[in-house]
């Protein structure tokens, strides 16, 4: 059996042990997939004008602390990296409102040479929230959807790799795609 065989099997294993609520399997987890869910971390922080105030490192281990505290199902890799990715943008989003809550005295102002950098950071920070929330009603009206869009979008994933872990095809990864964006879009504009 090949290394590259064992690893799956081990990953596999620790998928099945997680879902049954094994915290040493889920720490395994952690520990196996650490680098890359570090890179999602650090793409979701960048990606959402937060990464100035708040560490990859610091992100990663939070969203590790709440995924330990819940009974989570992940039947697959792709289903581990999509709850991953929500639980950080959701400390994110947490983080961000908390930053921007004027009775806590966190309202912040970017101020950065660039003024068009510092404004496209400020949007992208104002609609977090809102993506936030468009997401979730995507995931209660099509879940597959949903997670399509953490796994692309937050985790950074290709439409190869995600069609690779869900057994599908490319083609098909796509055309999902365009109608999660079809849907978020919508809901975004408030139709």
Request: aromatic letters at 8%.
């Amino acid at each position: 059996m090949s290394e590259a065989a064992a690893d799956a099997r081990v990953l596999a294993a620790n998928l099945t042990a997680a879902e049954r609520g094994d915290a040493a399997a889920t720490a395994e987890l952690f520990a196996t997939l650490y680098r890359e869910l570090h890179r999602v971390a650090k793409r979701q922080l960048n990606a959402h004008g937060a990464g100035s105030t708040l560490s990859a490192t610091t992100l990663l281990h939070e969203a590790y602390l709440d995924i330990s505290r819940r009974d989570a199902a992940f039947p697959d890799r792709a289903r581990f990296f999509a709850y991953a990715a929500r639980a950080m943008r959701g400390l994110i989003i947490d983080y961000v409102r908390e930053r921007r809550a004027l009775k806590r005295g966190g309202e912040f102002h970017l101020t950065q040479l660039d003024t068009g950098i510092a404004e496209s950071a400020a949007q992208q920070t104002d609609e977090l929230p809102r993506l936030g929330d468009a997401l979730d009603e995507l995931a209660r009206a099509d879940a597959p959807l949903a997670e399509l869009v953490e796994l692309k979008f937050f985790c950074g994933f290709t439409f190869a790799e995600i069609a690779a872990m869900r057994g599908v095809s490319e083609r098909t990864v796509q055309r999902d795609w365009a109608k999660a964006r079809l849907y978020l879009h919508d809901a975004l504009r408030g139709d």
